[in-house]
């Protein structure tokens, strides 16, 4: 599905063409002949049906598939008393009802078919399955996905509502690695993505994860390591960074713009600008910062929600 040079992103159609499986889409109703019929009463099975073609089934097991062409082949010379058998496609191709969707997408576009015949693990005929059945199995699909998550979105945004409790909190715990610098930022990630599925604010959740993140990097980069614990309420957000490390000797002078004692590697990098801190007192309501010497920093961040 995804083709070299291109885009690695995976939409939602092509997570579901590997998620879904072609017992989903295929049709199980089937109209069947057997190789014994002969091409006039094949003939008489696509009128009364209104269908092009059907699988040739004998002892539940198939052994070929004749349409419409084959009978305007035995039309032309005459041949509508010949057996089905005798003008069949032996061995079609087929699939399997347990195989992911993408094998018939695969299948369609290498050869062409307007249907595959569905069988299971003993060759038995189970079902049959066309591109038009996969696209509405996608739509279906993609309409339960959004109907879930307008769910999700409501029952989310009206938690804290639906809460009986003198006191209501959610609270959100996350683990920094020290100087893991590919990892760093997950933690405002997620956090940001909890507090959208909680139906905060988005300028709200901005503020909490630019915070956040600063936070977070300046654990990455200073310290051997720390948590990021949220503590979500009805009326505020409280974010706070804790760690073990150096601690910060003059913390009047650590809020200044541009000041960092980050390493010169760290920041040819990119990080450690000195403007952590201070973009951090831009996006609170209020911040209280404790740090003391050979032991770590304590970052308190609050943010007012109503």
């Known amino acids: 599905m995804l083709g070299s040079g291109v885009s690695r992103e995976v939409t939602r159609l092509q997570e579901l063409a590997y998620e879904l499986r072609v017992e989903q889409a295929m049709t199980r109703d089937?109209?069947?002949?057997?190789?014994?019929h002969t091409m006039t009463e094949f003939q008489q099975v696509l009128r009364i049906h209104r269908i092009s073609g059907t699988p040739v089934v004998e002892s539940a097991k198939m052994v070929g598939i004749i349409s419409i062409e084959d009978?305007?082949?035995?039309?032309?010379?005459?041949?509508?008393?010949?057996?089905?058998g005798e003008k069949m496609t032996p061995n079609p191709v087929t699939i399997y009802a347990?195989?992911?969707?993408?094998?018939?997408?695969?299948?369609?576009?290498r050869y062409g078919f307007g249907r595959l015949p569905?069988?299971?693990?003993?060759?038995?005929?189970?079902?049959?399955v066309t591109e038009g059945d996969i696209a509405r199995l996608m739509l279906r699909q993609l309409e339960v996905d959004y109907?879930?998550?307008?769910?999700?979105?409501?029952?989310?945004?009206?938690?804290?509502?639906?809460?009986?409790?003198?006191?209501?909190?959610?609270?959100?715990?996350?683990?920094?690695?020290?100087?893991?610098?590919?990892?760093?930022?997950?933690?405002?990630?997620?956090?940001?993505?909890?507090?959208?599925?909680?139906g905060?604010?988005?300028?709200?959740?901005?503020?909490?994860?630019v915070a956040t993140y600063e936070a977070e990097m300046n654990i990455v980069i200073y310290t051997s390591g720390g948590e990021i614990v949220a503590e979500v309420r009805p009326n505020q957000i409280a974010v706070e960074a804790l760690d073990?490390?150096?601690?910060?000797?003059?913390?009047e002078q650590a809020m200044q713009p541009g000041f960092s004692?980050?390493?010169?590697?760290?920041?040819?990098?990119?990080?450690?600008?000195?403007?952590?801190?201070?973009?951090?007192q831009a996006c609170v309501d209020h911040m209280k910062l404790e740090s003391k010497v050979g032991v770590g920093t304590h970052l308190h961040m609050t943010f007012h929600t109503q």
């Not at 089937?30 to 014994?36: A, C, E, I």
Request: proline share 4%.
């Open 71 to 84: 009978l305007i082949k035995a039309l032309t010379v005459h041949a509508m008393d010949s057996t089905v």
């Open 200 to 209: 905060i604010h988005p300028q709200i959740v901005r503020r909490v994860a």
């Open 261 to 280: 004692t980050a390493p010169r590697w760290v920041q040819d990098m990119g990080f450690g600008a000195g403007m952590g801190l201070p973009n951090i």
């Open 98 to 109: 347990d195989e992911p969707l993408v094998h018939a997408v695969s299948e369609f576009h």
């Open 147 to 198: 109907r879930k998550e307008e769910i999700r979105r409501y029952r989310a945004s009206h938690f804290f509502q639906d809460i009986v409790a003198d006191q209501v909190a959610i609270v959100f715990g996350y683990h920094v690695v020290a100087q893991d610098f590919e990892g760093a930022g997950e933690a405002a990630s997620n956090l940001k993505q909890n507090l959208t599925r909680l």
């Open 118 to 128: 569905v069988i299971n693990r003993k060759d038995e005929l189970v079902g049959i």
């Open 30 to 36: 089937l109209v069947t002949v057997s190789p014994q």
């Open 244 to 251: 073990k490390g150096m601690g910060i000797s003059n913390i």
